[in-house]
């Protein structure tokens, strides 16, 4: 038995492994196709969300501004805690969506980029709307509230992660006292390009303070020591 | 439309889903392989069992111990230990367990090798180290795979004598794998090593071929030259061998930088086998996908490393701008913000997914054939996943350098 002579490797052998490569490649591809197929449909489902919320905001927005033309003829004491409550109820909506849309990476979307970057862009032009309508809205009615724009950039911005978590923390233990307009320096709009010039906007992070800039990152501390003096006792929260 | 990091996450999650795929259609479809019963020898043949050692003198007299009380006729097998350049009583010891001894004073295992095939009687050889222990019934099970006369060598099933500390039980774990790997390779004629951990031979292809130390591990280096000489390799999982792997941090990373390093040496002397017809299984995917699999895992880790350690950079920094308190509230929000909105890319995720269900399926297979199933494995498996898997990596990285800047290997 030990003698070594050497008989041809069978030819159905040969068949059978060439076919356990195919049948393989079969498998994978049938199960990549199922995994792209629910990827698809979870990035739908994302950015249908991200676009009707977007859409809310869009209408409180033209009702903030509509309510402003129509109060216009109205006397102070009686408009302003109209547009006030209008105000407070954008505001927080604004900053919800835009922590999401900060984590939703369009470097993760496949095919509903140009979706994604559409309403983004939408977003960013309300938000400047609602910044241009508060502005106004402060003016008028005199109101202490600071209004921060902060400029920031999704990718390769690593104080811009820290920023943002100073802002956040900001939001959610001062609530209406600040109002924070996040603007992601990325997106292509002629009319962010325009308030980018104005407050020449040359680094990220960056916050314009009551159109005072900062540029780099501001810590907690001297924030605080920025926003404080006009909004007072609520301050003591933070 | 597609980035570049997002193309080389889907590429390898499908390349990593194509061969768990592969092998468990090599598993389970043709289970009278990987399940098989092992085939009974007509005669027994005679078999000259080889025990290269170098300075083992504490350690040979228990393998030859194992190799004396294996199940098989007395006057059908010979022991010959082959000390080569000791300095201590391995040859005493050797004789003193009444086994035949030739002493070599030149260095190295392949020389003492082929010294041992001139002289062996057996129309087989069995190789072990000196480090190793059979069990009682395994030659005896392997020699019926010679039946057939194209097998050219039969390895065994290769356990951990001393799964001791970290490093101990995560190679009982990767043995338990690397068995699997290597019945399946050997299913489709690429089983490119005969370790030293009982390995049968046809004495007559071994003096054709011979051993040699121009690669880190002549083991694989002769296998291969088996295979482009047509014999077959088989593996029989019946047949078990222990043997003890090193326990401490250096001396197992100076084995697995060998190791590797013998991976891609001979991946590189027999570079002719690489994508060919002929050699098809193993010139065309076990080696290339070997190699592609490290260097996947290397950038795969590279990456990993650098996104931790911009997270720590970043958490640092963090500190001097948002005192600490304030931190751990950030990141209960973070963490309570609607995750469906999270980095994770869903393609990718989708595909791992499948990867570690598939991945399991493999290892909860394995383990059932090859070792039991026990709950010590349900806190092991991670670790070994998560912990080990980045050691290898780190060997893998430190074996291509020493590869690549071709520097003089070390004993």
């Known amino acids: 038995m030990v003698a070594g002579g050497r008989g041809k490797g069978s030819c159905r052998e040969q068949e059978k492994m060439v076919s356990r490569y195919v049948k393989a490649l079969a498998l994978t591809t049938a199960v990549f196709l199922v995994g792209i197929f629910i990827g698809f449909m979870m990035e739908g489902f994302v950015a249908s969300d991200i676009g009707s919320q977007a859409t809310s905001i869009g209408t409180s927005v033209q009702e903030l501004e509509l309510e402003m033309l129509y109060l216009q003829g109205v006397n102070k004491s009686e408009s302003c805690p109209v547009m006030n409550d209008i105000i407070e109820k954008t505001n927080s909506a604004i900053y919800s969506l835009s922590n999401e849309l900060t984590q939703y990476s369009d470097k993760n979307v496949l095919f509903e980029k140009e979706n994604v970057l559409d309403v983004k862009k939408r977003y960013t032009l309300y938000l400047i709307k609602n910044w241009i309508l508060q502005k106004r809205v402060k003016e008028e009615c005199g109101l202490k509230a600071p209004i921060i724009l902060y400029f920031y950039e999704r990718e390769e911005c690593n104080d811009c992660i820290i920023q943002g978590n100073i802002l956040t923390l900001f939001n959610e233990r001062l609530g209406d006292e600040v109002i924070i307009f996040p603007l992601d320096r990325g997106i292509d709009s002629p009319m962010l390009a325009l308030l980018v010039n104005k407050y020449g906007i040359d680094q990220v992070p960056s916050l314009v303070i009551d159109d005072v800039v900062h540029k780099g990152l501001v810590s907690k501390d001297d924030l605080k020591a920025m926003v404080c003096p006009s909004i007072g006792e609520a301050c003591s929260d933070l | ?411």
């Open chain 2, 1 to 411: 439309m597609i980035g570049p990091w997002l193309l080389f996450s889907l590429s390898i999650s499908f390349l990593a889903l194509y061969l768990n795929i592969w092998f468990m259609l090599s598993m389970f479809d043709r289970k009278a392989n990987f399940f098989e019963k092992v085939p009974v020898a007509s005669v027994l043949p005679v078999v000259s069992i080889l025990i290269p050692a170098r300075n083992e003198g504490s350690a040979i007299a228990k393998t030859i111990r194992s190799v004396r009380s294996l199940d098989y006729p007395r006057d059908k097998l010979e022991i010959i230990a082959l000390p080569n350049a000791c300095t201590d009583d391995t040859a005493e010891q050797a004789t003193a367990n009444g086994v035949r001894v030739i002493s070599l004073r030149k260095a190295g295992k392949a020389n003492a090798l082929n010294a041992g095939i001139r002289r062996a009687r057996g129309e087989l050889i069995g190789i072990v180290d000196a480090d190793t222990t059979v069990s009682r019934s395994s030659l005896r099970k392997m020699v019926g795979y010679f039946n057939d006369p194209e097998v050219g060598a039969v390895t065994t099933f290769t356990r951990v004598s001393n799964p001791r500390g970290f490093f101990g039980r995560m190679q009982s774990i990767e043995y338990v794998f690397s068995g699997m790997l290597k019945k399946v390779f050997s299913m489709v004629n690429s089983l490119y090593i005969t370790t030293g951990t009982l390995s049968v031979v046809r004495r007559d292809a071994a003096r054709k071929i011979g051993f040699s130390d121009e690669t880190h591990t002549e083991d694989m280096d002769f296998a291969v030259s088996m295979i482009k000489n047509d014999y077959k390799i088989v593996n029989c999982l019946d047949a078990h061998a222990y043997t003890s792997v090193p326990l401490k941090f250096r001396a197992l990373t100076r084995q697995r930088v060998r190791w590797y390093r013998g991976f891609i040496s001979n991946a590189r002397k027999h570079s002719d086998v690489l994508f060919t017809r002929k050699h098809f299984d193993l010139g065309s995917f076990v080696i290339p996908v070997g190699i592609v699999s490290a260097a996947a895992a290397i950038i795969l880790t590279g990456n990993l490393a650098v996104q931790a350690l911009t997270n720590v950079l970043v958490s640092v920094k963090s500190l001097f701008f948002v005192p600490l308190m304030d931190q751990i509230d950030i990141a209960v929000m973070t963490a309570s913000m609607d995750p469906k909105f999270a980095m994770f890319n869903p393609y990718v995720s989708m595909m791992m997914l499948a990867v570690a269900a598939s991945s399991l399926i493999l290892a909860v297979a394995s383990m059932k054939k090859l070792d039991r199933l026990k709950p010590k494995h349900a806190v092991l498996l991670p670790l070994y996943i998560l912990v080990y898997y980045f050691f290898n990596v780190v060997w893998w990285l430190a074996a291509a350098a020493k590869e690549a800047a071709g520097s003089r290997r070390k004993w």
